[in-house]
């Protein structure tokens, strides 16, 4: 039994828990998937590694939409996640007393998109992890893939790789990975031309074919009804024009306004390898930079957007 | 019906010759995206992609397309007509998912102009899977990956040579009048029978799935679909890149005084699917909406077209973004008989 499982199993049981939510070994390699415990004995087949990518902070609000009651909900964080569970919390999403958080140390996570671009149609049967490297292994191959490649975008300039705030923290705190800055790929962008830059969103926008998994994945986008599915009356056309899904891609990142974590369940969850985050880091290092807010860090803070304070930068007001 | 081989150094040239009839479609890469395209002159295509992202069923059914145009004078049709469609290199798993949808598109009462504009005079060329992967398992709905159910003509790579094997007289005919090809040899029927057998064997044993229509036909309240469908995210990953998913939504898109009628592609996992006038709702929950994606699939289109609506082409297994894998409830369900 793992450090993980056995912690697990006596804080389910110390909590009285109804539910936990972990992940487990998902069918595919380099897979994990998101697993509910009912019971502390259930509690063996929880993981914790890099191949855990999914946002569970995303179910809190699922449970909450479809019954209202006081079950006692543990749930198992990266420090995005926690974010997300501590922004739910100061947007009222849920009470803070029925959610027991359990953090534990992250060090990446794969990105499935990234994995499926790399290996294309090649299809791995083994993986193994040798310090920063990935050794991928199926029929008739073998690939080094140095770990960055395939993390989470985020996760190369994450700053909080453990949970902000938390119940029950299980292994040793990580060290931030840090290999890149932040803001570094949108400097580079704000550098084209806007002709260039208009083109790339055409591009990356175009290929979108509606599936709302970026949205869904997402555990800020919790509305009841999304402007998307309105019908009566009905905001945006639904088929293939460039600028209905350009209205959605571009409304949901202003929804996310001083609210994304960063997480990257956005960009993993899309079947197409659409570039999906850029434009919500862009306004994060905006909410940032006049408000000096970052989401999800303590649950007094309010929301950037939330609040009015006679300093704050109002120059872009004309 | 022969089967004919022809150099793999000489496929450009036939494709070059089917082109003169035939918009050519086949895997490409394009951005990042794999997908079937229409052929540019001289385009390579990706034949080392066995599932494509998105699916080849858009060729036949576009996930947008306009059924007229109108303005204040009227209404102006539009249907395809350009070259018949030639579709070289889709995999065995989706050439079967062709003649499911067909059966809905075009049934003896009713024929819909849209799929049969682009369907009819099609030729389906399928390349025969000599490696499938571990998210695939056609064979557990008597599929395989060398199998012909809706290919025209099965296309088998045998390292220096691409072996033909037309399914139907106009296949066989077509391939001798633009030629290039020699007939196979006996060597070379052994050669694809060894590939086939590994091909096969690689895949495991499938679990039997007699029972299941009737047990999901008895489970409408099983406790079971709440734990399924816990982690499901609703969105339309898996039902979008599906072969045999067609369900459509009709819209007007409409810009001052002139406007298209659009058919496309819907989803029965968005709760916008079944909202009726009213505002109420019939399947409100994501445990409904998922219930109603595999009881069609497993249960309702046992009962309409004496088979399963999957062909086991695995790519809402690899695209799922929370790794929800049909074959895990599947299992469970075939178990339940055992119980």
Same mark, same amino acid.
């Given at each position: 039994?793992?450090?993980?499982?056995?912690?697990?199993?006596?804080?389910?049981?110390?909590?009285?828990?109804?539910?936990?939510?972990?992940?487990?070994?998902g069918?595919?390699?380099?897979?994990?998937?998101?697993?509910?415990?009912?019971?502390?004995?259930?509690?063996?087949?929880?993981?914790?590694?890099?191949?855990?990518?999914?946002?569970?902070a995303?179910?809190?609000?699922?449970?909450?939409?479809?019954?209202?009651?006081?079950?006692?909900?543990?749930?198992?964080?990266?420090?995005?996640?926690?974010?997300?569970?501590v922004?739910?919390?100061?947007?009222?999403?849920?009470?803070?007393?029925?959610?027991?958080?359990?953090?534990?140390?992250?060090?990446?996570?794969?990105?499935p998109?990234?994995?499926?671009?790399?290996?294309?149609?090649?299809?791995?049967?083994?993986?193994?992890?040798?310090?920063?490297?990935?050794i991928?292994?199926?029929?008739?191959?073998?690939?080094?893939?140095?770990?960055?490649?395939?993390?989470?975008?985020?996760?190369?300039?994450?700053?909080?790789?453990?949970?902000?705030?938390?119940?029950?923290?299980?292994g040793?705190?990580?060290?931030?990975?840090?290999?890149?800055?932040?803001?570094?790929?949108?400097?580079?962008?704000?550098?084209?031309?806007?002709?260039?830059?208009?083109?790339?969103?055409?591009?990356?926008?175009?290929k979108c074919?509606?599936?709302?998994?970026?949205?869904?994945?997402?555990?800020?986008?919790?509305?009841?009804?999304?402007?998307?599915?309105?019908?009566?009356?009905?905001?945006?056309?639904?088929?293939?024009?460039?600028?209905?899904?350009?209205?959605?891609?571009?409304?949901?990142?202003?929804?996310?306004?001083?609210?994304?974590?960063?997480?990257?369940?956005?960009?993993?969850?899309?079947?197409?390898?659409?570039?999906?985050?850029?434009?919500?880091k862009?306004?994060? @290092?905006?909410?940032?930079?006049?408000?000096?807010?970052?989401?999800?860090?303590?649950?007094?803070?309010?929301?950037?957007?939330?609040?009015? @304070?006679?300093?704050?930068?109002?120059?872009?007001?004309? | 019906?022969?089967?004919?081989?022809?150099?793999?150094?000489?496929?450009?040239?036939?494709?070059?010759?089917?082109?003169?009839?035939?918009?050519?479609?086949?895997?490409?890469?394009?951005?990042?995206?794999?997908?079937?395209a229409?052929?540019?002159?001289?385009?390579?295509?990706?034949?080392?992609?066995?599932?494509?992202?998105?699916?080849?069923?858009?060729?036949?059914?576009?996930?947008?397309?306009?059924?007229?145009?109108?303005?204040?004078?009227?209404?102006?049709?539009?249907?395809?007509?350009?070259?018949?469609?030639?579709?070289?290199?889709?995999?065995?798993?989706?050439?079967?998912?062709?003649?499911?949808?067909?059966?809905?598109?075009?049934?003896?009462?009713?024929? $819909?102009p849209?799929?049969?504009?682009?369907?009819?005079?099609?030729?389906?060329?399928?390349?025969?899977?000599?490696?499938?992967?571990?998210?695939?398992?056609?064979?557990?709905?008597?599929?395989?990956?060398?199998?012909?159910?809706?290919?025209?003509?099965?296309?088998?790579?045998?390292?220096? $040579?691409?072996?033909?094997?037309?399914?139907?007289?106009?296949?066989?005919?077509?391939?001798?009048?633009?030629?290039?090809?020699?007939?196979?040899?006996?060597? $070379?029927?052994?050669?694809?029978?060894?590939?086939?057998?590994?091909?096969?064997?690689s895949?495991?044993?499938?679990?039997?799935?007699?029972?299941?229509?009737?047990?999901?036909?008895?489970?409408?309240?099983?406790?079971?679909?709440?734990?399924?469908?816990?982690?499901?995210?609703?969105?339309?990953?898996?039902?979008?890149s599906?072969?045999?998913?067609?369900?459509?939504?009709?819209?007007?898109?409409?810009?001052?005084?002139?406007?298209?009628?659009?058919?496309?592609?819907?989803?029965?996992?968005?709760?916008?699917?079944?909202?009726?006038?009213?505002?109420?709702?019939?399947?409100?929950?994501?445990?409904?909406?998922?219930?109603?994606?595999?009881?069609?699939?497993?249960?309702?289109?046992?009962?309409?077209?004496?088979?399963?609506?999957?062909?086991?082409?695995?790519?809402?297994?690899?695209?799922?973004?929370?790794?929800?894998?049909?074959?895990?409830?599947?299992?469970?369900?075939?178990?339940?008989?055992?119980?």
């Open positions: 039994m793992s450090e993980l499982t056995e912690k697990i199993k006596k804080i389910f049981t110390d909590e009285k828990l109804d539910i936990l939510i972990g992940y487990e070994k069918s595919l390699p380099l897979r994990g998937t998101p697993c509910f415990i009912e019971s502390a004995e259930d509690a063996d087949k929880l993981i914790f590694d890099s191949t855990c990518h999914n946002n569970l995303k179910y809190l609000t699922d449970q909450k939409k479809t019954e209202v009651d006081a079950r006692k909900i543990g749930i198992v964080v990266k420090g995005c996640d926690a974010r997300a569970v922004q739910l919390v100061v947007e009222k999403q849920f009470e803070r007393e029925n959610i027991v958080i359990i953090g534990v140390p992250c060090k990446g996570v794969i990105d998109s990234k994995l499926r671009a790399k290996l294309r149609d090649k299809e791995i049967s083994d993986f193994r992890f040798d310090g920063n490297k990935i991928v292994s199926g029929e008739n191959f073998q690939e080094t893939f140095d770990k960055n490649e395939l993390l989470s975008d985020g996760c190369l300039s994450c700053k909080y790789p453990n949970a902000p705030q938390y119940d029950y923290f299980i040793d705190p990580a060290e931030p990975i840090a290999s890149k800055d932040e803001y570094a790929d949108i400097d580079e962008f704000e550098k084209k031309p806007p002709d260039e830059r208009w083109e790339y969103f055409e591009k990356e926008y175009g074919i509606r599936c709302y998994a970026c949205r869904n994945a997402c555990p800020m986008c919790y509305c009841e009804q999304c402007f998307v599915d309105c019908s009566m009356p009905q905001w945006i056309g639904k088929g293939g024009n460039l600028s209905d899904k350009m209205i959605f891609h571009i409304v949901r990142a202003m929804h996310l306004a001083g609210r994304c974590v960063d997480c990257g369940a956005c960009a993993a969850a899309c079947p197409l390898n659409i570039d999906v985050r850029l434009l919500g862009r306004i994060e @290092r905006e909410v940032a930079e006049r408000f000096d807010f970052t989401a999800g860090m303590d649950f007094e803070t309010p929301p950037a957007l939330a609040t009015f @304070r006679e300093d704050d930068k109002q120059e872009f007001i004309m | 019906m022969s089967v004919y081989r022809i150099k793999k150094d000489d496929l450009s040239l036939f494709l070059e010759k089917l082109r003169e009839d035939f918009a050519v479609y086949a895997p490409v890469e394009s951005d990042g995206i794999t997908s079937f229409e052929l540019e002159p001289g385009q390579e295509p990706a034949f080392g992609i066995l599932k494509t992202q998105k699916p080849p069923k858009e060729v036949f059914y576009p996930q947008n397309e306009i059924m007229f145009r109108f303005n204040e004078e009227g209404m102006t049709p539009e249907l395809y007509d350009g070259k018949p469609i030639a579709l070289f290199g889709v995999r065995p798993c989706d050439a079967k998912g062709f003649n499911i949808i067909e059966r809905v598109f075009i049934d003896p009462k009713y024929e $819909d849209y799929w049969s504009a682009r369907r009819k005079g099609s030729l389906v060329f399928a390349l025969a899977c000599n490696e499938p992967l571990l998210s695939c398992f056609c064979n557990w709905f008597g599929g395989g990956p060398f199998d012909k159910t809706g290919s025209d003509v099965l296309v088998i790579d045998t390292g220096e $040579d691409y072996l033909f094997e037309p399914t139907n007289e106009g296949a066989e005919k077509l391939l001798s009048n633009i030629g290039g090809f020699e007939k196979a040899e006996k060597a $070379d029927i052994e050669k694809a029978g060894k590939l086939r057998k590994k091909a096969e064997s895949m495991g044993e499938p679990p039997k799935l007699d029972s299941v229509k009737e047990t999901l036909d008895n489970s409408w309240n099983s406790p079971l679909w709440d734990r399924i469908s816990a982690k499901c995210l609703g969105c339309a990953v898996c039902t979008f599906c072969p045999t998913c067609y369900c459509f939504d009709i819209q007007d898109e409409t810009r001052r005084d002139k406007g298209t009628r659009v058919r496309l592609w819907d989803t029965c996992q968005f709760p916008l699917f079944t909202k009726e006038g009213s505002g109420h709702n019939p399947r409100k929950s994501q445990t409904s909406r998922l219930r109603q994606r595999f009881m069609h699939k497993f249960s309702y289109m046992v009962e309409t077209l004496n088979e399963f609506g999957c062909v086991g082409c695995g790519r809402c297994v690899t695209l799922c973004p929370v790794n929800l894998d049909v074959r895990d409830f599947l299992e469970k369900i075939a178990a339940e008989k055992d119980k």
